[in-house]
Every structure is written in C-alpha cells, then in structure tokens.
C-alpha cells in the first residue's frame, strides 16, 4: 500500500521515549481518522529489539519496525528512506511530539 505521508523515526536505546511518542502518533491518527493516508516507519539500532513496537507493527498496518544492526545514524536514517512507502517523508526524532491540529493541514496541503 502507497501512503501519502511516512513519519521516519530513528532510535536507539530510547525505549521509553519512542514507545510513549509512537502511541501518543497513533492515538491522533486514529483520531483524525488518517490510518490509510499515514505510515509510521521505525528504524531502531539499538542493542535489543523494543518489543512493543514489534507487537504494534504485528497489528497495526500503518506501523513499520525495522531493527538493524547499529551501523550508525546515517545507515539508520538511510534504512528508513528505503522502507517508506509514501509519497512523501517527514523525519522526526524518537522524542518529537507533533501538534496535530497542523498535521491535518499539511495532509491537505500534500494531497
């Protein structure tokens, strides 16, 4: 499936961090009702796999993890261009809370 927008994350080492913002973005998409038009892709190095988001991805479609081997951020960055798939890429880091009364404008604005 094509979304209109991916949300790349990486992280590492961060569990508590992304798993709190990774729930907080899909409660507001689900909210705006987006599922379809928005992807979360997850591009984690870390020394484990974050069992959460694997569970999530397990059932959610618009929710892609990804756990790699720690090559550094650039690959970590890289891995998540090469996942999407959407027409278009916003990078946020595991923390970045989004205001998501200007998230269904510029969903507005890329259609």
Known sequence: ?????????P???RFYT???NIDYLTLNIQRLKMEG???LVISDN???INK???SLSKEQKNI??????DRGLDYNVLNLVNCSNANYIWF???HTRIKFDKLSKIINELS
């Open 92 to 94: 946020c880091q595991d």
């Open 46 to 48: 870390s020394n484990q």
């Open 18 to 20: 992304v798993n709190k």
């Open 11 to 13: 992280t590492k080492d």
């Open 64 to 69: 892609n993890y990804f756990y790699i081997k």
């Open 52 to 54: 959460h988001l694997l």
């Open 1 to 9: 499936m094509t979304y209109l927008l991916s949300i790349c994350i």
């Open 37 to 39: 038009l928005i992807e």
